[in-house]
Structures are given as C-alpha cells and as structure tokens.
C-alpha cells in the first residue's frame, strides 16, 4: 500500500541500529576465545579499530581480557548498564538477550572450550539460517 513501509530494511542500507561497539561486544559474549581478526571480519571493520573498541570496553570495566595459552579470553561484565542516557536503565545483558537469544551469553569457567566452533582454517561458524554470508554488518552472526 502507498505510504507504508516496508519491514525488510532497504538494500545496500549503510547505517545499523547497533554501533561498532555494540557489535563487538555482541561477538565477544558469543565467543569469549575469539579471535580479534576474526571480530573485525564479521563486523566488517579492521583488526586496529577492533582493538581500539576492546580497549574501550575494557577501561569502562565490560570486559576483563586475560590470557589463555597463546590466546586471549574476554570476560564480559553482563551488569554494567548501556551507556546511553536513553538506555541507561538497562544492563548489557538485556542488548545480548535481545539479541542472542536469552541465555545464550557464554559464561563459561576458565580451561572450557570456547564458545564458537573454529574451522581449520581459523573462521569462527556462527550459524544462523536467517542471515546470509552476504548480508551486510554483521556476516553470519545472529
């Protein structure tokens, strides 16, 4: 009908409602063993401004990163509220529930096995039939 939008977002859109950091995060909470490079692939930025957001986070105390073996291994603080004034009465995990699905924020013990299967060639799988490789954003992520 004329006047109506349409509720699939148009091709070739070059903005998101998530930010760059919010996409990290989101990747972190799904695999807290992932691969800086392999954040930036699926969020389609560099490997440098993935790590910029890392320290970001980190300094504003949602994530705590530490080493495992040859890796790091990121720890998200799900209770620190979203930075927004417009959203600040909610804690990040109700952006991670939202939009992982509920109960789907890794928090395993440490020495478990990460959360993302990684093929051999080093690609983090996040399956999701709804989103194609060729979707733009957020590639396979959920």
């Given amino acids: 009908m004329a006047g109506e939008e ?3 977002p ?13 996409h ?3 990747c972190i909470a ?7 490079r392999d954040v930036a692939t699926q969020v389609g930025i560099t490997e440098r401004a ?21 890796r790091n291994r ?9 930075r927004h004034p ?12 939202l939009v992982l699905g509920p109960g789907q924020l890794r928090e395993e013990q440490p020495g478990s096995m990460p959360a993302a299967v990684f093929e051999a060639d080093g690609a983090a799988d996040f399956p999701n039939p709804g989103v194609s490789e060729d979707s733009p ?3 396979r992520l959920p």
């Avoid at 903005?15 to 950091?21: D, R, V």
């Avoid at 799904?30 to 800086?36: G, W």
């Avoid at 993935?50 to 040859?70: C, F, K, M």
């Avoid at 417009?86 to 529930?97: F, P, T």
């Fill in 50 to 70: 993935v790590q910029r957001i890392v320290a970001d986070l980190e300094q504003e105390g949602y994530l705590t990163r530490a080493r495992s073996g040859r």
């Fill in 30 to 36: 799904q695999a807290p063993e992932i691969r800086l």
């Fill in 86 to 97: 417009v959203e600040a009465h909610r804690q990040i995990r109700a952006l991670i529930d």
């Fill in 10 to 22: 148009s091709e070739g859109v070059a903005w998101t409602f998530l930010s760059n950091h919010g």
């Fill in 74 to 82: 990121y720890e998200l603080h799900p209770e620190r509220p979203l």
């Fill in 137 to 139: 954003g957020m590639g």
């Fill in 24 to 26: 990290v995060l989101l």
């Fill in 6 to 8: 349409s509720a699939r």
